[in-house]
Structures are given as structure tokens and as C-alpha cells.
């Protein structure tokens, strides 16, 4: 007897679900009948969850072959798979929508109707940001997902192309909007298609790039729950901010000098994991030369030792790594640090340029004694960044929230 009741309350939640996506209209009914609904989706085994995605794929494809418009029922569909702890359910109705329907117009009609719920959302007094951050990270998704394409002839790159426009200017325009998430949507969408060349992400982080770093460094430093995501973030993205425009690279270190100030030793640790991970790419080693010796020099000024200290002895390993790749560059680089630090006249200073100047005769020594010089200056591959297999949804919904 019991176990047909417990089959009766599923049958009956599914049914309940099934009407909820069918008469999307219902969400209007109260706040009593949605909840009921979301906590029914929420006590659905994974198979009957599967099952809702594909009813949610199917009712969808249907709409839009009958020219319906189907933007509210997508948002029902939505509201259901964001009730998860993560978006795997969210992720499943494209990956079942893409597969049922191979259309460059469906995919541009559900980009339509995602920028169309998101600014609905933000209309409203109070926004769910788990549901907006599902939005967001599904765009994201199917940007990036045919820009993957653009490799491959066999697809129209014209409408690919159309596509990804689409999406990314809308999330540019979008980022006028004071919220995190939408902002680390487009630095998460522009870097990955455009790389730090892209104008449109120069300008945007011109613009809100400071609140965003000492957001995304308050998560890395304060909030143990999102420190690995933190810096994937920062592994993935730090480069644009260290190595683009001058004024980035300016108000980057102007963070990082406060940051420094504010939480020295796992901000020292924070510069010298992300400096192993990336030995092998010399962009990112001679911007942090830079940025190390601006660093160092505003710790001269404070007479703050320790810190001294430390930050020389992060100027020698990313100096150790530069000369391992480029003989040419570890000249260049050690004049650079020279050059900054020499900048101001101190006690302080003298005896840190002395130290580093040791250091740099005491390794050109041993190159000229002991190995072959490598001249080479050409781009090394990059490390694998870590925890790649973190989502977007990680992302843009735990760092914002």
C-alpha cells in the first residue's frame, strides 16, 4: 500500500510539473501554487528530471515550428532546473534542444528569448539571481559553443558569426546594469571569443574592472566556500587585467597594491601559485615583472620588511622562470624592475636593487658557465589552467553571489 502511494504522489507531481510547462501562464496563479510546484521538481529522482527536460525540449521545438512564441515557456522550464544546486539540468534542455533541432534561427530565437527574460528581470523590485545567473550562463553557453564551430566548414559562419554578435552585444549593453553577474558574464564570454585584444572588453573593464577584481579577490581571500573558483577565475582572466591597455594595467595594480595591504600573506601566496602555474608564458611572467616591481616599490616606501622580503623573493622565481624560457626576455625584464624601482631614492630601494642586481650577475654567471643561452622569445604553450572542469554557472552565480 505504501509504495502505491509514494507511485501516486510521483505520478501526480509530474502531472502537476507537466501543466506547470504546458500552461506557462500558471506562475501568475500565486506564490502558493509555484512553490508547491518547484518543491515537486525539487523531490523528482534524476530519471524523472531527465524526463521534464525532454518534455521541456519537446514542447519548445514544437512552439517554435508552429511560429509560436515560446519565450515564457522556456522561462517556466527555467525556473523548474534552477531549483538544483547546480545547472545541469539547464544545461541538458539545449544539449536535447540542439539535438532534436539543428537550426541556426531556433538557436538565435532562444538567445532571443534569453536577453528578453533576462532584462524582464531586472525590472522587477527584486531579482532572482539564481535564475538570472541560469540565464546568463546558458547564453554564455551557446556563444561559446559556436564560436567552437567557426573552425569547422561544414557550418554556415555567417550565421554562427550572427549568433555570437548577438549574444555578446547584448551582454555589453547589458553591462550599463550595477550587477556582478552580468559583468563577469561578459569577461567570462569576450575573453573566451576575442581574447585581451578585444576592444569591448578593454572598455568594459575600464569602466567597472576595479569593483570587479576586489569582488572577485574578496571571494579568493574571505569566503572559503568560493576560493577555488576565485582563482580559476583569476587564472583564466588575470592576464587581460595585467597586460592590456596601460590604464588596466594601472588601476590593476592600484587593486593589488590595496589587496597586498589588506591581506599580505594570502595575497603573497595568491601571486606565487598563479606565478608556477604560468611559468611557461612569457606574457604573463613580464607583465607580473612589472607588477611586481611597482609592488615592491610601494613596500620600500612603507619600510614594511617582511613584505620586502617576500615580494624579492617572488621577483627571483618569476625572473628564474623567464630566464628558463627566454635569455633575451630575463634581460629585459630585470632592466624593467631596475628601471621602476630606481624611480624613487631610498635606503630601502638602494639595498633592494643591490640585492636584485646580486641576483641577476650571480644567474647570468652561471648561464654563460654552465648551459646553452636560449634566445628563443616565441609564445610558449600554456599551462592547463586549473579546476577546468569548473562551469560558468560556478562562476557567475557563486562569485556573485
Given amino acids: 500500500m505504501g509504495i502505491k502511494k509514494v507511485a501516486q504522489k510521483s505520478t501526480d507531481s509530474m502531472a502537476s510539473i507537466r501543466m506547470f510547462l504546458v500552461e506557462n501562464n500558471r506562475i501568475n496563479d500565486g506564490k502558493e501554487v509555484r512553490n508547491n510546484v518547484l518543491q515537486a521538481y525539487k523531490n523528482l529522482s534524476e530519471l524523472e528530471k531527465d524526463y521534464c527536460s525532454k518534455f521541456a525540449a519537446d514542447l519548445l521545438i514544437s512552439k517554435f515550428k508552429n511560429n509560436d512564441k515560446f519565450t515564457e515557456y522556456l522561462h517556466s522550464y527555467l525556473l523548474l532546473s534552477s531549483q538544483g544546486k547546480n545547472w545541469d539540468y539547464t544545461l541538458k534542455l539545449y544539449d536535447l ?52 564551430l567557426l573552425e569547422n566548414k561544414k557550418y554556415d559562419r555567417t550565421q554562427i558569426e550572427g549568433i555570437i554578435d548577438y549574444i555578446s552585444s547584448n551582454i555589453i549593453a547589458m553591462c550599463n546594469v550595477n550587477n556582478i553577474e552580468i559583468r563577469i558574464a561578459a569577461v567570462i564570454l569576450l575573453n573566451k571569443i576575442s581574447g585581451k585584444g578585444n576592444y569591448n572588453l578593454q572598455k568594459i573593464l575600464s569602466r567597472f574592472g576595479q569593483s570587479l577584481l576586489e569582488h572577485v579577490f574578496q571571494k579568493l581571500f574571505i569566503t572559503p566556500d568560493t576560493r577555488d573558483i576565485a582563482f580559476n577565475f583569476f587564472n583564466t582572466h588575470f592576464e587581460i587585467f595585467i597586460s592590456s591597455s596601460p590604464y588596466l594595467a594601472e588601476m590593476t595594480n592600484s587593486v593589488m597594491q590595496s589587496q597586498m595591504l589588506k591581506h ?13 602555474i604560468h611559468k611557461d608564458n612569457i606574457d604573463v611572467l613580464k607583465s607580473l615583472s612589472i607588477h611586481l616591481s611597482f609592488l615592491l616599490r610601494r613596500s620600500c616606501d612603507l619600510s614594511k620588511a617582511d613584505l620586502i622580503k617576500n615580494l624579492v623573493d617572488l621577483i627571483f622565481k618569476n625572473l628564474e622562470f623567464i630566464q628558463n624560457n627566454s635569455e633575451i626576455l630575463f634581460v629585459e625584464c630585470f632592466e624593467n624592475v631596475i628601471e621602476i624601482l630606481s624611480k624613487v631614492h631610498s635606503k630601502n630601494i638602494r639595498e633592494t636593487i643591490n640585492l636584485i642586481t646580486k641576483y641577476y650577475l650571480e644567474k647570468n654567471k652561471k648561464n654563460t658557465n654552465n648551459k646553452v643561452v636560449n634566445i628563443s622569445t616565441k609564445r610558449i604553450k600554456k599551462q592547463p589552467q586549473k579546476n577546468e572542469n569548473k562551469s560558468y554557472f560556478d562562476e557567475i552565480f557563486l562569485l556573485a553571489k
Fill in 97 to 148: 534542444l540542439l539535438t532534436e533541432e539543428k537550426s541556426y534561427i531556433f538557436t538565435k530565437k532562444i538567445s532571443e528569448s534569453l536577453i528578453e527574460l533576462v532584462s524582464h528581470e531586472f525590472e522587477k523590485e527584486s531579482f532572482n539571481e539564481t535564475l538570472l545567473a541560469h540565464y546568463l550562463t546558458l547564453l554564455v553557453d551557446i556563444a561559446i559553443k559556436n564560436y567552437n
Fill in 264 to 276: 599580505e600573506k594570502v595575497f603573497l601566496n595568491f601571486l606565487d601559485e598563479y606565478i608556477i
